[in-house]
């Protein structure tokens, strides 16, 4: 067989949107998540104890895909089916006690391995899972859950950006083993409420919460002047985090685009003294792009000078930048006040270069494939399709403060509309269909998409494309919503805000896995 290449060429064409189109391709897509669901469940054994893969890899990540299906279930709906128990199957996956895993200091997120933080994050799930997601007094927390809380944090207060583990020095902030991801945890934790004991136990630990936001842009303050003192000021950003001892990072699982996505999460007051340095490294990081013609490198200094070309995927790639502009732009302050004309460039090169790139020969998958690359473009299509009048004053803002009469590069602002990016994601969507383990039929595509490594996991494998699809069914709910009330005459900000229908469909997007993009509305 011949060597697949790093994609395939993309042959696809953005979609229509309108009703039909929309209507269709929900659908579909609900289709789709049901039959990946009932494959999960049919090829993935039950754990008996935990292991020591986080939520990752393996059977955590399966029980979190499945947790946030129930979470969706109303927008899942295929009346032409019976519904699958979502709920069952993720509580399954969830051992009844913690694992026998020390908690290490280089571990302190439950979403790489090796971290009894992954044990605790969907204890804590499952408890509101039973509870049918809504807060009451009754959902409690088991206190040793809390102590393993209390203790992550103690450390990862202590903790300075570079860690050890297995003899090697790495960074300490990263979404995937790092303090971004114990943030992200404690985020949602915090968007749920608890009987009174277990509020009065978690206090300390949450009221902790400013602070770790604290290290951890002072560690992105410190690496910006180290990489400076060793490489120069030229290429240096505002917060720089270290990947591994001596690289600074970008992607959204190893850098900056995932820990700052997951910081614009946080409470407005929070930000508020950040948001000149955040805003100002999303500038650096989108003119970093716009150099590249919206590829976005890997690391800084070049990792490898053997790597044949950039990468275009979350871990490493453009796809993370998405995500995090499809973040920043629904935060009020740091939109109004710091946007930048490159930030429209990043993202309209960044889809060129998605689009293009972006069919990868791993697969389907979050962290390296076709589902993951998509997701950055339904966080855009809320941008620009809620968020717009935001957006539009921001720009209007730089003007006046610029004294312009017209934005750089204005073509490619006009270019961007929510039609623009809605119309690709769903072309992606649809296609991982065609990506196994969910199509494993060899004359069913005319591309040779690999078996994952671990085909039904979350990042890496049929878990995440279902969580993916999932999402996606939401945003199109609301969409099709909003377009009944603009047939209706009574389609306003504040008759979205009123309407039942759409705001729950709304609010059943979830965002990334572990990244977020709506906001940490407490499933992780």
């Given at each position: 067989?011949?060597?697949?290449?790093?994609?395939?060429?993309?042959?696809?064409?953005?979609?229509s949107?309108?009703?039909?189109?929309?209507?269709?391709?929900?659908?579909?897509?609900?289709?789709?998540v049901?039959?990946?669901?009932?494959?999960?469940?049919?090829?993935?054994?039950?754990?008996?104890?935990?292991g020591p893969?986080?939520i990752f890899?393996a059977?955590p990540?399966?029980?979190l895909?499945?947790?946030?299906?129930?979470?969706?279930?109303?927008?899942?709906?295929d009346?032409?089916?019976a519904?699958?128990?979502y709920?069952?199957?993720?509580?399954?996956?969830?051992p009844?006690?913690?694992?026998?895993?020390p908690?290490?200091s280089?571990?302190?997120?439950?979403?790489g391995?090796?971290?009894p933080?992954?044990?605790?994050?969907?204890?804590?799930?499952?408890e509101?899972a039973?509870?049918?997601?809504?807060?009451s007094?009754?959902?409690s927390?088991?206190?040793?859950?809390?102590t393993?809380?209390?203790?992550?944090?103690q450390?990862a207060?202590?903790?300075?950006?570079?860690?050890?583990h297995?003899g090697?020095?790495?960074?300490?902030?990263?979404?995937l083993?790092?303090?971004?991801?114990l943030?992200?945890l404690l985020?949602?934790?915090?968007?749920?409420?608890?009987?009174?004991?277990?509020?009065?136990?978690?206090?300390p630990?949450?009221?902790?919460i400013p602070?770790?936001?604290?290290?951890?842009?002072?560690?992105?303050?410190?690496?910006s002047?180290?990489?400076?003192?060793k490489?120069?000021?030229?290429?240096?950003h505002?917060l720089?985090?270290?990947?591994?001892?001596?690289?600074?990072?970008?992607g959204?699982?190893?850098?900056?685009t995932?820990?700052l996505s997951?910081?614009?999460s946080?409470?407005p007051e929070?930000l508020?003294?950040?948001?000149?340095?955040i805003?100002?490294?999303i500038?650096?990081?989108?003119?970093l792009?716009?150099?590249s013609?919206?590829?976005?490198p890997?690391?800084?200094?070049p990792?490898?000078?053997?790597?044949?070309s950039?990468?275009?995927?979350l871990c490493h790639?453009t796809?993370?930048?998405?995500v995090l502009l499809?973040a920043a732009?629904?935060n009020k302050?740091?939109?109004?006040?710091?946007?930048?004309?490159?930030?429209?460039q990043?993202?309209?090169?960044?889809t060129?270069?998605?689009?293009?790139?972006?069919l990868?020969?791993k697969?389907?998958?979050?962290?390296?494939?076709?589902?993951?690359?998509?997701w950055g473009?339904?966080l855009?299509?809320?941008?620009f399709e809620?968020y717009s009048?935001l957006?539009?004053?921001?720009r209007?803002l730089?003007?006046?403060?610029?004294?312009?009469?017209?934005?750089p590069?204005?073509e490619?602002s006009q270019?961007?509309?929510?039609?623009f990016f809605l119309?690709?994601?769903?072309?992606?969507?649809?296609?991982a269909?065609?990506?196994?383990?969910?199509?494993?039929?060899?004359?069913?595509?005319?591309?040779?998409?690999?078996?994952?490594?671990e085909?039904?996991?979350?990042?890496?494998g049929?878990a995440?494309n279902v969580?993916?699809w999932?999402?996606?069914c939401?945003?199109?709910?609301?969409?099709?919503?909003?377009?009944?009330?603009?047939?209706?005459?009574?389609?306003?900000?504040?008759?979205l805000?009123?309407?039942s229908?759409f705001?729950?469909a709304?609010?059943?997007?979830?965002?990334?896995?572990?990244?977020?993009?709506?906001?940490?509305?407490?499933?992780?």
């Open positions: 067989m011949a060597e697949r290449p790093q994609y395939f060429v993309n042959t696809l064409t953005p979609l949107i309108n009703e039909t189109t929309l209507f269709d391709s929900l659908q579909e897509l609900r289709v789709a049901r039959n990946g669901a009932e494959l999960m469940q049919e090829n993935t054994l039950l754990p008996e104890v935990w893969n986080g890899r059977f990540g399966i029980a895909a499945f947790l946030r299906l129930d979470y969706q279930s109303s927008v899942l709906e009346d032409k089916a519904s699958l128990d709920r069952r199957y993720a509580l399954q996956r969830i009844s006690s913690l694992p026998d895993t908690l290490l280089s571990r302190l997120s439950p979403i391995s090796s971290s933080l992954t044990a605790v994050t969907l204890r804590i799930l499952g509101f039973k509870n049918n997601w809504e807060d007094a009754n959902v927390i088991a206190k040793e859950d809390i393993c809380l209390h203790d992550a944090m450390g207060l202590e903790n300075e950006p570079l860690v050890t297995n090697r020095k790495m960074g300490g902030d990263e979404m083993f790092g303090r971004a991801g943030l992200w985020l949602n934790i915090r968007a749920h409420h608890f009987d009174q004991e277990t509020q009065e136990f978690l206090a630990v949450l009221g902790g602070e770790l936001i604290r290290v951890i842009v002072d560690a992105g303050r410190q690496g002047k180290e990489y400076t003192e490489n120069g000021v030229q290429d240096a505002p720089m985090y270290v990947w591994m001892e001596g690289y600074y990072g970008f959204a699982v190893h850098g900056t995932g820990i997951i910081l614009l946080c409470r929070e508020a003294n950040y948001l000149p340095v805003g100002g490294t500038t650096a990081l989108c003119k792009s716009g150099a013609n919206g590829h976005l890997m690391s800084l200094p990792y490898s000078s053997r790597q044949r950039e990468l275009v995927q790639g796809p993370g930048l998405l499809g732009l629904k302050s740091l939109t109004r006040t710091h946007w930048d004309p490159s930030w429209d990043a993202i309209y090169l960044g060129e270069r998605v689009w293009e790139e972006g990868l020969s697969g389907g998958s979050l962290c390296h494939g076709v589902t993951g690359n998509a473009w339904l855009l299509h809320d941008c809620y009048e957006l539009n004053d921001a209007t730089y003007l006046q403060q610029n004294q312009l009469s017209a934005l590069n204005s490619v270019e961007l509309t929510s039609d119309s690709k994601a769903l072309a992606f969507m649809l296609h269909r065609e990506t196994k383990p969910y199509n494993t039929s060899p004359a069913s595509s005319d591309k040779d998409y690999r078996m994952p490594d085909p039904y996991s979350l990042f890496e049929l995440g969580c993916a999932a999402d996606t939401a945003v199109l709910q609301a969409r099709l919503r909003k377009m009944e009330l603009v047939e209706q005459g009574v389609c306003t900000t504040s008759g805000s009123r309407d229908v705001q729950n709304f609010h059943k997007q979830l965002g990334f896995p572990a990244l977020g993009g709506n906001g940490a509305v407490g499933i992780f």
